[in-house]
């Protein structure tokens, strides 16, 4: 994708925005936060004061809590395939192919409709017209509760190459909303679902305004040419590839040479993950001991995931390692986990998680390694990169460094590194912003 025809501006002060996402999982928050950078606003939360009624806010609970069970009781040897199978029945997405109207409502469409007459979203309108402030939303439902309410300055944001039918209101072909989409086919989804053509914005994903640095995309640049020279030890890719990356990256540093590679897990928002997280370990234990590979493994905001974590680490005889070799990533709250997973992207070489928004960091020049995906829209994600040469599905787990280290002698990891920023769309950020201030101009 090109760089955006109008630069991404640090802050726009004259835009009067509500920024409103979901903390379903971590997708909709992460990709809040990059456009509440550059609007300068906070994220508000749909499911919170100030933009919720205590009646909303514990319907929202609810619907929360059942998410994030299903989600970690999907991992379960016994029980997990039945509920992914339960899983991919609530998030279906239908074949795309051959083109077709599929714009006729669901029952999730009328149930979320349903809601609304019950009054959800009541209180984030309220809010909207209080504050005369463009709605831009990570998450369908506000998005549709502001439409169904007749508001007119409306930005959804879409984090999933693919979405179900529940994300287009039921006359679709009449919605006020603006879709960013992150790629071409989920473009072409909302316009099956009945979305009209100009109500579609083609953006990429919001990544961290501090991982690009601008559109000239200084610190990803200067990211990736470090992590190629970690990824490829033996010069394989280096070889193959020499004047592209001189071209594109002006050289590589030399000082990065014989440092050992970053490996970072990133355990799901819902807690799911953390047998393969065992396995992981377990398959990596002398290579971490030997300095060959270093780990960083994502707990996120849940205390009980990382003390689980901790009590791997102890027990594969680990505990003893400094950080910067064995960590793991914990905060308290979203925002300094969302900021202390992002410094730690700058250093990391590969990223293993499931195919959910971190799909789309690929752009970063971060090879991915994905786990099961959780839902048809991960199914979708994981294709989506995969088909660009951005990442792998992983091998078993129980052998994990034997198969990283054949990547990494054979230049494999460098490879889709690099594809991944060739290929995979780096602007999203600022393009989102330029259609935010139309938007909000009553363009």
């Not at 760089?3 to 409103?20: D, I």
């Not at 995309?217 to 200067?222: N, S």
């Not at 499931?354 to 995906?373: D, M, N, Q, R, T």
Request: glycine share 10%; proline share 7%.
């Amino acid at each position: 994708m090109e760089r955006p025809t109008t630069p991404g501006e640090p802050a726009a002060a004259s835009v009067r925005v509500a920024l409103v996402a979901v903390e379903m999982g971590y997708g909709h928050l992460r990709a809040a936060h990059p456009l509440a950078d550059e609007l300068g606003v906070t994220v508000l939360e749909c499911d919170r004061p100030p933009v919720a009624s205590p009646e909303e806010q514990e319907r929202w609970r609810r619907t929360r809590a059942s998410y994030e069970l299903v989600s970690r009781a999907s991992e379960l040897p016994l029980l997990g395939r039945s509920l992914r199978r339960l899983l991919d029945a609530v998030t279906h997405i239908p074949h795309l192919y051959p083109s077709r109207d599929l714009s006729q409502s669901t029952l999730a469409v009328r149930t979320l409709e349903g809601m609304w007459r019950r009054g959800l979203g009541s209180g984030l309108v309220h809010y909207l017209r209080e504050h005369d402030a463009t709605l831009v939303t990570t998450f369908y439902a506000p998005a549709i509760m502001a439409d169904l309410h007749g508001l007119s300055r409306i930005v959804c944001v879409v984090t999933d190459s693919d979405l179900n039918r529940v994300w287009a209101p039921r006359h679709a072909a009449d919605t006020r909303i603006h879709y960013c989409v992150p790629c071409e086919r989920a473009g072409r989804r909302l316009r099956a679902y009945g979305v009209p053509r100009a109500r579609l914005h083609e953006t990429g994903f919001p990544l961290p305004p501090e991982l690009l640095g601008g559109t000239g995309l200084p610190a990803l640049r200067r990211n990736l040419a470090a992590r190629l020279v970690r990824l490829d030890p033996k010069g394989v890719f280096r070889e193959q590839a020499g004047q592209e990356l001189d071209h594109f990256l002006g050289g590589l540093p030399d000082g990065e040479e014989g440092r050992p590679p970053r490996l970072t897990f990133a355990i799901g928002g819902a807690g799911a993950q953390l047998g393969l997280a065992r396995s992981i370990l377990t398959s990596l234990r002398e290579a971490i001991g030997n300095g060959q590979i270093r780990l960083s493994m994502v707990a996120g905001v849940r205390t009980k995931v990382a003390e689980e974590l901790h009590r791997t680490i102890r027990a594969a005889g680990l505990d003893g390692l400094p950080a910067r070799d064995l960590e793991v990533v914990h905060e308290g709250a979203f925002e300094p986990y969302y900021r202390r997973f992002n410094a730690l992207l700058a250093e990391t070489d590969i990223l293993w998680t499931k195919p959910s928004e971190l799909s789309f960091y690929g752009a970063l020049g971060i090879p991915l390694v994905f786990s099961w995906p959780i839902g048809a829209h991960e199914r979708y994600n994981r294709r989506w990169a995969l088909h660009r040469g951005a990442g792998f599905k992983q091998e078993n787990p129980r052998f994990a460094w034997d198969w990283l280290r054949e990547w990494l002698r054979e230049g494999t990891l460098a490879a889709a590194a690099w594809s991944g920023y060739q290929r995979l769309p780096k602007f999203g950020t600022y393009r989102i912003m330029d259609v935010v201030r139309r938007v909000s101009a009553g363009a």
